[in-house]
């Protein structure tokens, strides 16, 4: 089986992607999961909530997620989940509506304790709805899998605090892709891997860090992941974009 993970960047670019190639070969024995970083961040303004956007103390930036910004997250990713069931749903494609909290597929576990470095100095946050995913429930999935293509909102459910968490859409797809023993994890954004302004065709595991120097933010995380992926005896590992695609095995 593989892992889908449609990026929040590439929603409103479905049907392009779909008619650019070979998108529609990918929904077979598929589970998609998505991100929504574009949603949360649409909704959070017009709702005219403030997200504030915050910096730990290794460099990575993520969004303060407070009890406020939760339910707009919540509500955003949930959006975003509609938007790519009515798109599968035109093509012809099952397609099955659903985030981490239904029947438990996601468990995750409240960050308690978050270091932020705030106008120079490190501050802990404790008030903060993100988290750390621990389970996947992959009978269910695999229920699922029977009937149609389940698509997967990055929310997990924390079972101890009986509250949503908002989780990271690749590090989601990568625990799925483990946990069912997929063969492929595809990341379908904005963009393929980029080195200086050129796609990147191919990169074996083993040169991951050399690339790592050219990424940035999103991508960062999605190489990250893959080399996990591959480590961890998944084949491959495909950064999809309009302009491309970078395999990764
Ligand atoms: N070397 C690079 N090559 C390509 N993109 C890069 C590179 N370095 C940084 N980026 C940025 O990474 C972005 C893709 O990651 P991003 O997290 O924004 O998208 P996504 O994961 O598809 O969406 P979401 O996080 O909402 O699910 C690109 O739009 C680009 O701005
Ligand atoms: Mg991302």
């Not at 909530?49 to 910096?55: A, D, G, N, P, W």
């Not at 490190?122 to 993100?130: H, Q, T």
């Not at 080195?195 to 990147?200: D, E, F, I, S």
């Not at 990250?224 to 495909?238: F, L, P, R, T, Y």
């Amino acid at each position: 089986m593989r892992v889908v993970k449609i990026g929040g960047s590439v929603i409103s670019m479905l049907e392009e992607l779909w008619r650019s190639d070979g998108i529609s070969s990918l929904m077979d024995n598929t589970v998609i999961v998505h991100g929504g970083s574009r949603h949360v961040d649409e909704l959070s303004r017009k709702l005219g909530i403030k997200v504030e956007k915050l910096t730990s103390p290794s460099g990575v930036t993520f969004r303060r997620t407070t009890r406020e910004v939760l339910d707009v997250y919540v509500a955003a990713l949930m959006k975003a989940n509609r938007e790519i069931v009515e798109f599968l749903r035109s093509q012809g494609i099952n397609a099955i509506g659903l985030s981490g909290l239904d029947r438990g597929l996601i468990i995750g576990q409240r960050k308690k304790l978050i270091k932020a470095v705030i106008n120079g100095k490190v501050v802990a946050i404790r008030d903060d709805y993100s988290g750390v995913i621990k389970q996947i429930n992959t009978d269910a999935l695999s229920e699922y899998m029977k009937v149609g293509i389940p698509v997967i909102a990055s929310i997990a459910y924390d079972p101890v605090e009986n509250v949503p968490l908002n989780v990271d859409g690749d590090k989601v797809a990568y625990h799925i892709a483990l946990a069912m023993r997929a063969k492929e994890l595809y990341f379908l954004s904005d963009t393929a891997f980029l080195a200086n302004g050129r796609v990147v065709p191919e990169i074996p595991v083993e040169k991951i860090g050399d690339y790592m120097a050219y990424a940035r933010g999103g991508m960062r995380k999605k190489l990250m992941m893959a080399k996990k992926a591959i480590e961890s005896g998944i084949d491959s590992v495909v950064i999809e974009g309009l302009n491309g695609r970078t395999v990764i095995y």
